[in-house]
């Protein structure tokens, strides 16, 4: 969902991996039609790689629009 992707790019923006984690996991449980978006961004957020993040989010919010 649009609200997710923009409260997700903004927990990339400043780098909260743990609240991207958090956030992610919420999301999981909330649906699981979202397990592979929730997967890749998992394990971006587990191997830190914030600025795949930023871009794959941030892909995401314009696929949404």
């Known amino acids: 969902p649009q609200a997710e992707l923009a409260v997700l790019f903004e927990l990339a923006m400043m780098g909260d991996i743990v609240g991207i984690k958090e956030r992610v996991k919420q ?9 592979p978006f929730v997967a890749r961004i998992a394990y971006l957020a587990k191997e830190l790689k914030v600025n795949e993040l930023e871009k794959f989010i941030r892909q995401c919010l314009e696929n949404e629009k």
């Open 27 to 35: 999301i999981e449980t909330s649906d699981p039609k979202f397990e």
